[in-house]
């Protein structure tokens, strides 16, 4: 299937109960603090952190390629009785109405974009939309292999209609060369005597730290800084997840 299409269906149902946690918003309405508004966030999901921000009163837009996401934002944006607007585009082809002072991605999404042409594409789409002066924040890790004990382990949760939610990973490939890793993930959903099981490919494509530079340097951005996730200078050499900031040239 399409990598843009991944959070489609049965895994758009199963994410909501059977993600693990929730994007902490406080270093993003930072990051919108000092950046400006109006914000931006790539890749938005279900709301996380979009909603919690659209509650502060920020002033932040959301785009997500998959509709059956953007559908759960609004159900939960109307639960909560906050407004917010979403467009459903693919980060690699926007084509948004208004500029922005900050656009950022909450978590490394940016990895889910399956290879540097889809990056510079994506890259090219933020330079477009950034406003004079403004900055994007991008998040990026190079993800390590799942376990070999942990191929076949089953992660459960409870739906509210009772329904017996699973995923579990099935198998995994590893190319250092194209820096993709593609899991194979199968997501069950059980209740009663319907059962719905379905296996998934979940691509995540990584960048050495001057590969990426010189890709936002052929987007027409610049990296201003590189931090890690306590804020600070991250050294050349830095692993782990790191928060690249982008500015046009």
């Not at 909450?106 to 477009?128: M, N, S």
């Amino acid at each position: 299937m399409d990598p843009a299409d991944f959070y489609t269906g049965i895994v758009a149902d199963l994410y909501g109960p059977l993600k693990s946690h929730s994007q902490d918003p406080e270093l993003y309405a930072a990051f919108i603090e000092e950046a400006g508004t109006p914000a931006l966030e790539l890749g938005c999901g279900d709301g996380d952190p979009l909603l919690e921000l659209r509650r502060r009163g920020m002033d932040v837009d959301g785009v997500d390629s998959s509709a059956d996401m953007l559908e759960r934002l609004r159900r939960r944006a109307d639960a909560q009785d906050l407004r917010a607007t979403v467009y459903h585009q693919r980060m690699e082809a926007l084509r948004l109405p208004r500029h922005y002072q900050a656009i950022f991605l909450a978590g490394p999404t940016f990895t889910l974009l399956p290879d540097d042409a889809t990056a510079l594409a994506a890259l090219r789409g933020i330079r477009a939309h950034l406003a004079e002066g403004g900055t994007a924040l991008v998040p990026l890790f190079t993800p390590a292999p799942t376990p070999a004990e942990q191929i076949g382990q089953v992660r459960t949760a409870t739906a509210p209609d009772g329904a017996e939610l699973r995923v579990s990973v099935v198998a995994e490939q590893r190319d250092e060369t194209a820096r993709t890793q593609t899991t194979l993930l199968r997501y069950e959903r059980h209740h009663g005597s319907e059962s719905t099981v379905e296996d998934r490919p979940w691509i995540l494509h990584w960048y050495p730290r001057d590969r990426f530079e010189e890709l936002a340097a052929a987007a027409g951005l610049a990296v201003a800084a590189v931090t890690d996730t306590d804020g600070k200078p991250a050294p050349a050499d830095a692993a782990g997840l790191l928060h690249f900031r982008l500015r046009t040239t």
